[in-house]
């Protein structure tokens, strides 16, 4: 079966320090991943995403970056983080086929501060 | 463009009581629909997924959802709802006409469910 690692699970960061989550999916091949933040109200913005190695789709301009290095690990990372950075950040995995549900990781709750 | 749209924050119903939490789209074809459930601090879970075929869509934990494309709705629906279905459930929507993209979904707002004894 299908499972997505993602960590840390929390992390307390101060403003200007550099940021590097990591996620990795086991047991499929070729998946579509994704980076999704989570205010602190509810709604689910996504990041960014990816449909190959190396292959990286920004979807909002932001001081955050991604990046594919292998087939099934997906980084977010950021080089000086704002107070606006702070959230809950879930990946997650999808197979290439259109009709194919997300499947999300735990998620990483980032503060900055 | 894709949206949908969660009219309710929140719902509360008695365990036991049959449950709704409403969800309406706008695509521009035909839609593929979602609904997870997200619990406290933990990431979204996939409930059930309506893609073609029979309106009434069967998911995870005794869930259902009913797709109704004159109402543009994807209503999610439990005959009788249990204080462990207590969590954030969002309804999502992606269109197939989109091309590329990978499989993009847009999400609503949530709604908190609320089940009381």
């Known amino acids: 079966s299908q499972t997505i690692h993602q960590w840390p699970a929390t992390l307390v960061q101060p403003v200007g320090s550099p940021l590097s989550l990591e996620c990795t999916v086991e047991?499929?091949?070729?998946?579509?991943l994704y980076w999704y933040r989570q205010a602190a109200g509810r709604g689910l913005q996504l990041l960014f995403y990816s449909v190959g190695i190396g292959q990286i789709s920004s979807e909002v301009p932001q001081n955050l970056s991604a990046s594919r290095p292998q087939d099934r690990q997906f980084i977010l990372s950021s080089k000086k983080l704002l107070l606006s950075d702070s959230g809950f950040y879930l990946c997650?995995?999808?197979?290439?086929?259109?009709?194919?549900?997300?499947?999300f990781g735990n998620g990483t709750r980032l503060t900055v501060t | 463009a894709q949206s949908v749209a969660q009219p309710e924050d929140q719902v509360n119903v008695a365990e036991g009581n049959p449950l709704t939490v409403k969800c309406t789209y706008s695509?521009?074809?035909?839609?593929?629909l979602f609904w997870y459930v997200q619990y406290p601090n933990r990431g979204l879970q996939f409930l059930l997924k309506?893609?073609?075929?029979?309106?009434l869509v069967k998911g995870s934990y005794g869930f259902e959802a009913e797709f109704n494309k004159s109402q543009t709705s994807f209503h999610l629906k439990k005959p009788s709802a249990l204080v462990s279905d207590s969590a954030l459930y969002f309804c999502?929507?992606?269109?197939?006409?989109?091309?590329?993209?990978?499989?993009?979904?847009?999400f609503g707002t949530g709604t908190q469910l609320k089940v009381e004894l």
């Open positions: 997650a995995w999808s197979y290439r086929q259109d009709n194919s549900p997300l499947h």
């Open positions: 695509v521009s074809g035909n839609p593929y």
């Open positions: 309506y893609i073609t075929g029979d309106n």
């Open positions: 047991g499929t091949s070729n998946p579509n």
């Open positions: 999502a929507v992606r269109d197939p006409i989109l091309t590329g993209g990978g499989n993009k979904l847009t």
